[in-house]
Structures are given as structure tokens and as C-alpha cells.
């Protein structure tokens, strides 16, 4: 199956009130993970690629090669769209003409009628080749890719002047964190996300941070209006405490455990059961 653009897949989310995750790639075996596991859980899903991961892994048209051969070797037939993650304004052209089939541009950093210029401008690009576009109002608080945000919560007049110029979907800040959440970390604030949804009408809302919000928020996100959730940290955790541990009981040292095919089986495994535990949590199993 040819990569499809989030349009589809989200309106179709938002109207079954469960929400489809973006799971974010770093390299082959994160995604041949996901992929394998969105088949066998007959799910849709969005493979994320921050600009930081597009580098590493070359530049985005070895991205973008590798995901449209994976899915033609694979056999893969669920729904796949291949998204920029807080996309610059050059990294979007650069992902647009990688073969991407959507893309973020994230403009919380600009001040607000930058971001509405820069955002109107990449609508109309995007409507021409039928790519999906996200954007963002409010920054997200953490870390990613260095570029660093408190968890300001978005301005819901600003999301629906955002929202109005004809992008597909809004990610608009409601207390989320990218990473680790700290023991101290209040929640997510619904009373905004209510607010922006009554902005914003029908529109499917994003949810970046995923990683470390508790299921009950979540699945009350979703029946708000949340049609796409973010997730990496998460994955990335496991895949690490499953190669720690099979490299501290020595696993590496017997045979050809050095292998790399074995050596990194068991994080491929974890990332697996990650990505199943939180397409149950979504709602997205079955829905492909």
C-alpha cells in the first residue's frame, strides 16, 4: 500500500472517538517494529520523523526510500502516513519533496502572524501535492531536538486563526511535556483543550508528549477531540532497558550473541510491546 496522508485516517478517529499514534523512527528496526505491529494489530499509523532522526539516518529521502520499500517488502496493507515531526519551515520543503506524505510545521516559536504566513503558505503547497499539514499553537514544555519549551498552554483564539487558514490537523499546547514527566507535572488541562475544540470545531486535535500521560487522561484527550497522539520516549526506554539487560546477563558473549540481529532483537521486541500496549490505550486496533 501506497503512504496515505493523516486526513483520512484522523477524520476517521475523531468520528470513532479513538485516536491513531504517531510513533516516532529512528532507524530501521524502529521501523520494521512499528510497521509489523500496526499489520498485526490491523491498526492505521503515522511514523514520525523529527528533523534531529532524518539526519541520522542520512536525510529524508533515505528516509523516505526505506519506509515505501519496507512496506512493499513487508506486505504491509494498514494504513501508513510518513509525517514530519516540528518541522522547520526549510525542513518541510526539504520532506515535501523527499516524497513525505504530511508534514508538521511547527511555528509556536514565531510570533503568531509569522506563524499564520508561514503556515498559510505551506497550506496551499501541501493542497497541491495532497499532503496533510499540522501545525502548532503553543509551545510543547520539554526537550526536543534542542529546542526547548515550558508547556505553555495554547491560545484558543490564536488555534482557530491557525486552524481557519486550511491545514489538516492542530497541535496546540494543553500543559504536555516531550520526555520524562516530572513528579511535580499538574496535567493536562482540559478546560483549554475544551476551549480550542470549541474554536476550532471539527478539527482533529493532536496530543504531543504522550509518552508518561496517564491512560484516564488520555482517553478523556480522545473524547475531547485528540485523533492523533504522539509517542518516542516511550519506545525509545524500552528498546534501551531490553538491550541493557540482555548485554548485563551476557547474552552478547555466548555464540554469535555480538550478532547484531540478535544483539538488538530484544529492543526491537520491547518497542513491539510498547507500540501494542498503546494502540490498545487509543482505541486503534482493528480500525485500519
Same mark, same amino acid.
Given at each position: 500500500?501506497?503512504?496515505?496522508?493523516?486526513?483520512?485516517?484522523?477524520?476517521k478517529a475523531r468520528d470513532g472517538k479513538y485516536a491513531v499514534g504517531q510513533f516516532n523512527i529512528n532507524n530501521l528496526e524502529w521501523t !520494521?517494529? &512499528? #510497521?509489523?505491529?500496526?499489520?498485526? #494489530?490491523?491498526?492505521?499509523?503515522?511514523?514520525?520523523?523529527?528533523?534531529?532522526?532524518?539526519?541520522y539516518m542520512t536525510g529524508f529521502k533515505t528516509v523516505a526510500s526505506m519506509v515505501k520499500a519496507m512496506i512493499e517488502e513487508l506486505n504491509?496493507?494498514?494504513?501508513?502516513?510518513?509525517?514530519?515531526?516540528?518541522?522547520?519551515?526549510?525542513?518541510? /520543503?526539504?520532506? &515535501?519533496?523527499?516524497?513525505?506524505?504530511?508534514?508538521?510545521?511547527?511555528?509556536?516559536?514565531?510570533?503568531?502572524?509569522?506563524?499564520?504566513?508561514?503556515?498559510?503558505?505551506?497550506?496551499?503547497?501541501?493542497?497541491?501535492?495532497?499532503?496533510?499539514?499540522?501545525?502548532?499553537?503553543?509551545?510543547?514544555?520539554?526537550?526536543?531536538?534542542?529546542?526547548?519549551?515550558?508547556?505553555?498552554?495554547?491560545?484558543?483564539?490564536?488555534? !482557530?486563526?491557525?486552524?481557519?487558514?486550511?491545514?489538516? &490537523?492542530?497541535?496546540?499546547?494543553?500543559?504536555?511535556?516531550?520526555?520524562?514527566?516530572?513528579?511535580?507535572?499538574?496535567? #493536562? %488541562?482540559?478546560?483549554?483543550?475544551?476551549?480550542? =475544540?470549541?474554536?476550532?470545531?471539527?478539527?482533529?486535535?493532536?496530543?504531543?508528549?504522550?509518552?508518561? &500521560?496517564?491512560?484516564?487522561?488520555?482517553?478523556?484527550?480522545?473524547?475531547?477531540?485528540?485523533?492523533?497522539?504522539?509517542?518516542?520516549?516511550?519506545?525509545?526506554?524500552?528498546?534501551?532497558?531490553?538491550? %541493557?539487560? /540482555?548485554?548485563?546477563?551476557? =547474552?552478547?558473549?555466548?555464540?554469535?550473541?555480538?550478532?547484531?540481529?540478535?544483539?538488538?532483537?530484544?529492543?526491537?521486541?520491547?518497542?513491539?510491546?510498547?507500540?501494542?500496549?498503546?494502540?490498545?490505550?487509543?482505541?486503534?486496533?482493528?480500525?485500519?
Amino acid at each position: 500500500m501506497a503512504l496515505v496522508s493523516v486526513k483520512q485516517m484522523l477524520e476517521k478517529a475523531r468520528d470513532g472517538k479513538y485516536a491513531v499514534g504517531q510513533f516516532n523512527i529512528n532507524n530501521l528496526e524502529w521501523t !520494521k517494529s &512499528i #510497521l509489523q505491529t500496526a499489520q498485526e #494489530l490491523n491498526s492505521p499509523v503515522i511514523l514520525g520523523v523529527s528533523e534531529g532522526a532524518g539526519k541520522y539516518m542520512t536525510g529524508f529521502k533515505t528516509v523516505a526510500s526505506m519506509v515505501k520499500a519496507m512496506i512493499e517488502e513487508l506486505n504491509i496493507t494498514v494504513p501508513v502516513a510518513l509525517h514530519l515531526d516540528h518541522g522547520t519551515y526549510e525542513g518541510c /520543503y526539504k520532506c &515535501i519533496e523527499a516524497g513525505f506524505s504530511s508534514i508538521m510545521f511547527d511555528g509556536s516559536h514565531f510570533p503568531i502572524d509569522e506563524n499564520i504566513a508561514k503556515t498559510k503558505e505551506l497550506v496551499e503547497v501541501c493542497k497541491k501535492k495532497g499532503l496533510s499539514l499540522e501545525a502548532e499553537v503553543g509551545s510543547i514544555g520539554g526537550e526536543e531536538d534542542g529546542v526547548v519549551g515550558l508547556g505553555e498552554c495554547a491560545d484558543p483564539d490564536e488555534c !482557530k486563526k491557525i486552524a481557519s487558514l486550511g491545514i489538516t &490537523i492542530l497541535a496546540a499546547g494543553i500543559g504536555n511535556i516531550h520526555g520524562k514527566y516530572p513528579a511535580n507535572w499538574p496535567g #493536562l %488541562r482540559f478546560d483549554v483543550l475544551a476551549a480550542i =475544540k470549541e474554536k476550532v470545531g471539527d478539527m482533529p486535535l493532536v496530543l504531543h508528549g504522550g509518552t508518561g &500521560i496517564p491512560t484516564d487522561m488520555i482517553k478523556k484527550a480522545i473524547s475531547l477531540g485528540v485523533a492523533k497522539i504522539n509517542v518516542n520516549t516511550e519506545c525509545q526506554l524500552a528498546f534501551q532497558e531490553a538491550t %541493557r539487560k /540482555y548485554i548485563e546477563d551476557g =547474552k552478547d558473549l555466548q555464540g554469535k550473541g555480538f550478532d547484531p540481529r540478535k544483539l538488538l532483537a530484544p529492543g526491537c521486541e520491547a518497542i513491539k510491546q510498547t507500540v501494542r500496549e498503546k494502540m490498545q490505550i487509543f482505541g486503534s486496533i482493528g480500525k485500519a
